[in-house]
């Protein structure tokens, strides 16, 4: 049972490239979500998901694009690569999202660290 | 400004000694409070998880207390180890669907 798991760990981009991160996990949650995280900031929501083939935009979603054609995938784009999306990227899964369920405990993958220059 | 506020920024202290964290927010109403411990190059990891009517939950030598009406909560870390060096996430979760606030986080070094 790996949990969440992120490829890749690390990448440097040029600014212009594009690139696709990869979150899967094997606990068969419905819940999946984008955040990234920057020095000296809390962890701010890219988008997120609430089920196979859905995807919603979350606090910080431009310049960003996600799919989710499986359920125990969720994919972060990035289309034109910006210096401003340099940051560390984590991926969470949850059972459930609402109320006071413990269920909606969020799960998150080792992160990949991403430099745009 | 920041809805989850935490302080300190980072703390040092020596193994076999206690410290509290402190965060303070303005996320109103909420259903759920929080505290993450994240080792460096590592995601999050839960450590306690309150509803707002509860007052206190631990996890080992993690204690947790929430004061709604101040709207403070504490992280109590007793008998400190090496292994507690990391930082120490507050989030709450609104009472309106599922977005969480993170705080900043307190970064704890713990020395031998």
């Known amino acids: 049972n790996a949990g969440v798991t992120q490829t890749p760990k690390f990448r440097v981009l040029k600014t212009g490239q594009s690139m696709t991160l990869l979150c899967a996990q094997d606990?068969?949650?419905?819940?999946m979500y984008w955040y990234r995280q920057d020095p000296g900031m809390g962890l701010r929501l890219i988008h997120y998901s609430v089920g196979e083939g859905t995807t919603a935009k979350g606090e910080v979603p431009d310049g960003y694009n996600v799919s989710r054609l499986k359920k125990q995938n969720f994919l972060l784009g990035l289309e034109s690569a910006a210096p401003s999306q340099t940051s560390v990227y984590f991926c969470?899964?949850?059972?459930?999202?609402?109320?006071?369920?413990?269920?909606?405990?969020?799960?998150f993958g080792p992160g990949t660290r991403l430099t745009v220059l | 400004k920041n809805q989850v506020e935490q302080s300190p920024q980072s703390l040092i202290i020596l193994e076999g000694k206690n410290c509290t964290l402190q965060?303070?927010?303005?996320?109103?109403?909420?259903?759920?409070l929080r505290w993450y411990k994240q080792d460096t190059g590592r995601g999050p990891v839960s450590l306690t998880i309150?509803?707002?009517?509860?007052n206190t939950k631990s996890n080992g030598r993690y204690t947790a207390t929430l004061d709604a009406d101040t709207k403070q909560s504490s992280l109590h870390i007793t008998a400190s180890q090496l292994s507690d060096s990391a930082s120490y996430i507050c989030v709450l979760q609104g009472a309106a669907g599922n977005k969480l606030t993170f705080g900043g986080g307190t970064r704890v070094l713990v020395k031998p």
């Open positions: 606990m068969n949650h419905e819940y």
């Open positions: 309150m509803t707002f009517s509860e």
């Open positions: 969470a899964s949850s059972y459930e999202a609402d109320g006071t369920s413990i269920f909606n405990e969020q799960f």
């Open positions: 965060c303070n927010y303005t996320v109103s109403p909420f259903s759920n």
